[in-house]
């Protein structure tokens, strides 16, 4: 740029040079022509200008060719060519242009080593500057990092921005469903509602066995709470994030539970699907805690089993730790494809992994995960668990890794005083995250297992 800079300076001037030694070139140069003839003087010294000419006389201007004399640097149209008319004006005596002329080649040499100078100025300087252009540009990078992780970004968009990701509760597909009329969607299944504290009401969807779908039809709330007491065990389904209760492949889970024989109750967690509230880790655990005494408190000694599919495992342990605590031990749980912990389920969640290589991302992610309180430590919670526990896990999940699970059940083994109360079952590839209901080997795998633990 400097020297392209340079080069049109260099041009301009030698414009300027060039109109003003053209005007005395002309004069001049035919000046000292004329200086050469007999009887013709050059323009005076000491005069500005020269004198006029006339050229209606002919003595003034010769036309007969062979009046002029032999110049050898004049082409054919008589006018000389380039730099000879420069050397031919400079050897005339009185020539008034050689100064200007004699001026302007030396500017030009000049002006050329000036720019040669200048270019190799300018590769030093900006050699000199390169350090500093790199620290510099350190420092910017440096500024941005910090604005983007500035202490209002962390509080106000990374918190709500780790809620969305990890609850997803506000994709509530499917989309144009009556979640008030579960029968368009499975039957022999009921619709309430309950309140887990003030201000979050809870929905729920009781689908009975299917040996007693004839049973059910036309029934209301009160046949429904009193069937939890008929002696099938109870399963509380505590679904993922993302979607409700009528979601498609929880709606062929709840079949299959059904038509084995087992009451199912379809927990939407607050925030979800049409419960009330903001989801939180504490909150729902709260709501699954709700949701097991309010079934204990109806079934009489039927047994109730809490079945936490990917995040709701999390849900599943917290609370089953929280009864533990209080002197309630849950009667089973079941893990479908369980996490050791959120923040290990966050590094593999699919939607993050594309920007798992930012520099200071999974900083910021773990950060936002501590301070609002989003754990989910399925890997601590087991070790104070002492209820029949079975994991069941799809080989081929790409959601929540296998190793996740196994991790899982080799925490738990070595914390149960009782083994055998622990079990694990891996399904073979084909299931995927969600649709481990379509095995044919599940519903056999979840009824022995309850069936050797109840017994």
């Not at 007999?38 to 006389?57: I, M, N």
């Not at 979601?247 to 199912?264: N, P, Q, T």
């Not at 607050?270 to 909150?283: A, I, N, Q």
Request: with cysteine; glycine share 6%.
């Amino acid at each position: 740029m400097y020297k392209m800079k340079s080069k049109i300076n260099l041009c301009a001037r030698m414009c300027e040079e060039l109109v003003s030694i053209t005007h005395h070139c002309v004069w001049c140069s035919r000046g000292c022509w004329r200086a050469t003839q007999p009887g013709r003087a050059p323009p005076s010294p000491g005069s500005d200008a020269p004198r006029p000419r006339r050229p209606t006389d002919p003595s003034r201007r010769p036309t007969d060719p062979s009046r002029r004399p032999t110049d050898p640097s004049r082409r054919p149209s008589g006018r000389r060519a380039g730099w000879a008319r420069l050397r031919a004006a400079e050897a005339a005596p009185g020539c008034r242009c050689l100064r200007p002329r004699i001026s302007m080649r030396r500017r030009m040499e000049t002006d050329e080593q000036g720019c040669v100078a200048a270019w190799w100025d300018m590769v030093a300087r900006n050699l000199r500057s390169f350090p500093h252009s790199c620290s510099t540009l350190g420092r910017k990078i440096a500024t941005l990092h910090d604005s983007f992780t500035s202490k209002s970004l962390k509080e106000h968009i990374f918190p709500p921005l780790m809620d969305m990701l990890i609850f997803f509760n506000f994709f509530k597909a499917p989309f144009l469903v009556d979640l008030k009329k579960p029968e368009l969607k499975i039957p022999h299944t009921a619709n309430f509602y309950i309140q887990a504290e003030p201000g979050v009401i809870l929905g729920i969807w009781h689908t009975v066995p299917s040996c007693r779908g004839e049973d059910a039809k036309g029934k209301s709330r009160c046949w429904y709470e009193a069937a939890l007491r008929d002696g099938n065990p109870i399963i509380v389904y505590l679904h993922g994030s993302a979607q409700h209760r009528a979601a498609s492949h929880r709606l062929e889970l709840v079949k299959v539970l059904s038509d084995g024989g087992f009451h199912v109750l379809s927990v939407d967690y607050r925030g979800f699907g049409d419960s009330t509230g903001k989801p939180t880790e504490e909150g729902l655990t709260a709501d699954a805690i709700c949701v097991y005494e309010w079934t204990k408190a109806r079934s009489g000694t039927t047994p109730v089993c809490l079945w936490g599919h990917s995040l709701g495992t999390g849900v599943a342990t917290n609370a089953a730790k929280v009864l533990e605590e209080k002197g309630f031990p849950v009667d089973a749980i079941i893990l479908e494809a369980p996490f050791t912990n959120v923040w290990v389920a966050t590094i593999n969640y699919p939607l993050l992994k594309i920007y798992r290589k930012l520099p200071g991302f999974l900083h910021e992610v773990m950060d936002a995960l501590r301070r609002d309180k989003i754990v989910f430590p399925n890997d601590e919670n087991v070790k104070f668990l002492s209820s029949p526990l079975l994991i069941i896990h799809g080989e081929n999940d790409k959601t929540v890794p296998l190793e996740c699970g196994k991790k899982l059940y080799e925490i738990a083994h070595n914390a149960y005083r009782n083994k055998e109360r622990v079990k694990m079952v891996i399904f073979p590839p084909g299931f995927q995250h969600n649709f481990l209901c379509k095995s044919p080997i599940l519903l056999k795998t979840v009824r022995d297992f309850l069936s050797q633990q109840w017994a």
